[in-house]
């Protein structure tokens, strides 16, 4: 079995007597150290599948499973970045990044008397996104993209075996979004987290995922599971390959489809 | 003129229009004769003020800490309070209706009923800037945390943090610069609250001395209690101010950005 496993999952808002289908029988599964991506109309439900993979909203049918359990709530020790990075001004960049071990079992226990020992791991994930001159600046001193790069390193900082990104690069500039890419895969192919990116832009999903599954209009539902062939570690020149761009039009045609009434 | 310059005038500014407020009104009394029993000169006040400093600081004393305890009171009440509020959508919907009931009550009303349980003297006054000040900060405390972003929310919450982690990481330092803020407003309410009560029904405080001063008709020494209601009005909200930027400095990013 997967490690994520979906079996016709469909969800229902409720606000007052409205009632919105927001994900309708969806059924896929994830395999573990795999990276999908999610891509979709605006308003498909596509962070509705987030929330469901992690627990932190309870389908209205069908079931959800991770690591071969049953999801009640909130799945723990799960990693999570979204668009706004959420960084609390009030604590350093170094502490923002220490923030899953004061809550994540067995580091929680151990947080206080190996302090040392955490801030030297978070000081190696630091360097990796380029940012170990600035672990003691606070988050209101980073320019956007450095706090995405510090969100990114406190999702992954207690190694977490599901990464969940919900349009973590999307507001950024275009050069530090490509940037970007790069440093996640990097991070990927060394640690092989399972990841779920939910992501409007297309070359960013055929570039980070090994799948990319294409939903359609609310209520949300998947239309299309694309396997992504390219070799990694992919680069900014594969992104112009005629190979790449195939795919990415091909998604591009099924998403107009969706658009198209 | 230069930045320096500049920067100096800007703070002189307030003395300055103070200095100024003070010759209209010396100059007015003197121009159109005003007699001393209805508007005394500032010059008056201000011989009196020094002439009974020694009487006026032991009043002031006994405002200054009915009105300190109060406010510790307040503070101590309305964060616990802020907190419940904030933190249970349950306590909110029970509590929020009542506390706007109870705060739309004026203060002055509650000091008869208090004379009647404590007595006169400094316990009224203490009760009395208590229950005038703690509302803003139950206010304040709960809308810090009740705004906090749901995505922070959610980053915990799939971390494993049980709602008590989530309320100690999150809550309360994101709380702590709406206190703060609050702080500022509720020491002044505080003064109110005892001046009121001592006013109403004491025998000590500056209230007291004032009401005792007009009674007799001593204009001057009221007008001198006044003067240094003022003067610790200002003292203190001083005092509250320096320690809101003291402790929630992330919250003034701009200003150390600049």
């Known amino acids: ?39 979709g109309p605006s308003g498909c439900g596509k962070s509705t599948i987030m929330k469901l993979v992690t627990g932190l909203l309870p389908p209205s049918g069908g079931e959800v499973m991770v690591d071969g359990k049953k999801v009640k709530g909130p799945i723990k020790g799960v990693g999570m970045a979204f668009q706004n990075p959420t960084l609390m001004p009030w604590r350093t960049t170094m502490n923002n990044i220490l923030l899953p071990m004061e809550v994540v079992e067995p580091h929680k226990r151990r947080f206080r008397s190996h302090r040392a020992e955490y ?15 600035f ?13 995405q790069r510090s969100n990114l390193c406190r999702a992954l900082i207690h190694e977490p075996e599901l990464l969940m990104l919900d349009e973590p690069f999307g507001a950024l500039d275009a050069f530090t979004r490509e940037e970007l890419w790069g440093v996640m895969q990097a991070l990927w192919l060394e640690k092989r987290f399972t990841g779920v990116l939910v992501t409007h832009d297309l070359r960013e999903a055929v570039y980070l995922a090994d799948t990319v599954y294409v939903m ?23 992104t112009f390959e005629p190979h790449f761009v195939d795919i990415v039009h091909e998604l591009r045609d099924r998403i107009h489809q969706e658009h198209a009434p | 003129m230069t930045d320096l310059r500049r920067e100096a005038l800007k703070h002189a500014m307030p003395w300055l229009f103070l200095a100024g407020l003070l010759i209209v009104w010396e100059v007015s009394c003197i121009v159109f004769q005003v007699p001393e029993i209805i508007l005394p000169k500032p010059t008056k006040i201000f011989a009196v003020f020094f002439q009974r400093f020694d009487i006026l600081m032991a009043y002031c004393w006994d405002t200054l800490w009915t009105t300190t305890v109060g406010f510790l009171l307040a503070i101590a009440f309305g964060l616990l309070l802020g907190l419940a509020i904030g933190a249970s959508p349950f306590v909110y919907s029970g509590l929020y209706p009542l506390l706007i009931a109870f705060n739309a009550i004026p203060k002055v009303a509650i000091v008869p009923i208090l004379m009647i349980w404590v007595g006169v003297g400094s316990l009224p006054a203490v009760i009395t800037a208590f229950v005038i000040s703690f509302f803003p900060i139950v206010v304040n405390v709960a809308t810090g945390l009740a705004t906090i972003e749901p995505e922070m929310r959610d980053v915990l919450r799939s971390l494993g943090a049980s709602r008590l982690e989530i309320l100690t990481k999150v809550g309360i330092p994101r709380a702590m610069p709406y206190l703060f803020a609050s702080l500022k407003v509720a020491i002044t309410l505080a003064f109110i609250g005892s001046v009121i009560s001592e006013t109403v029904g004491g025998n000590n405080g500056i209230g007291f001395l004032m009401l005792s001063a007009s009674a007799r008709n001593d204009a001057p020494t009221t007008f ?6 003022a003067i610790m009005g200002v003292a203190m909200y001083a005092v509250c101010a320096m320690v809101e930027k003291r402790m929630t400095r992330w919250a003034f990013r701009g200003e150390i950005v600049a």
């Open chain 2, 224 to 229: 001198a209690g006044l003067f240094a209601i």
């Open chain 1, 135 to 147: 672990a003691d600046k606070y988050p209101w001193q980073l320019s956007g993209g450095m706090q």
């Open chain 1, 1 to 39: 079995m997967a490690f994520v496993d979906l079996k016709g999952v469909s969800l229902t808002y409720r606000l007052g007597k409205d009632t919105t289908l927001a994900l309708a029988d969806a059924t896929f599964g994830i395999e573990k150290g795999e990276f999908i991506a999610v891509v």
């Open chain 1, 216 to 238: 359609s209009r609310r209520p949300g539902r998947i239309v299309l599971a694309k396997k992504i062939d390219i070799p990694r570690p992919r680069t900014l020149a594969t």
């Open chain 1, 119 to 133: 801030v030297e791991r978070a000081m190696k994930l630091l360097k990796t996104v380029g940012l170990t001159d």
